[in-house]
């Protein structure tokens, strides 16, 4: 389990752009692949980008790929993502944890952060 803060979230207008940020603590940051997972209102938590221990490899929902990119620095404990081209469906609270399959709802971690709102009118 991590403990994580997550931050950057806001409102944009539709083709914006934000950079989502999280700051992780606990050992299994390091021994982990990491993910930005999503929750809309009314729909199940996913996970829509994953990144790999040492952030060599990446994967993403077809829904955002090409618009997203996930980063991590371990020196720092911290995960990114930067979303560019935002759509209206991507308003969601964004959510950082332990993650390696895109789809997943990360049922098995019960610590979660607070989460980040991304809110992007039309």
């Known amino acids: 389990q991590v403990q994580v803060v997550e931050s950057g979230g806001g409102l944009v207008q539709a083709g914006g752009s934000l950079r989502l940020s999280c700051v992780a603590s606990?050992?299994?940051?390091?021994?982990?692949?990491m993910g930005w997972y999503r929750q809309a209102p009314g729909k199940q938590r996913e996970l829509v980008a994953a990144?790999?221990?040492?952030?060599?490899?990446?994967k993403y929902a077809d829904s955002v790929k090409g618009r997203f990119t996930i980063s991590r620095d371990n020196a720092k404990n911290t995960v990114s993502l930067q979303v560019n081209n935002l759509k209206p469906e991507d308003t969601a609270v964004y959510y950082c944890?332990?993650?390696?399959?895109?789809?997943?709802?990360?049922?098995?971690?019960?610590?979660w952060g607070q989460g980040t709102q991304v809110t992007v009118s039309s």
């Open positions: 944890n332990i993650g390696w399959s895109i789809g997943s709802s990360g049922v098995l971690y019960s610590n």
């Open positions: 606990g050992s299994a940051f390091s021994r982990n692949g």
């Open positions: 990144i790999s221990r040492s952030g060599a490899d990446t």
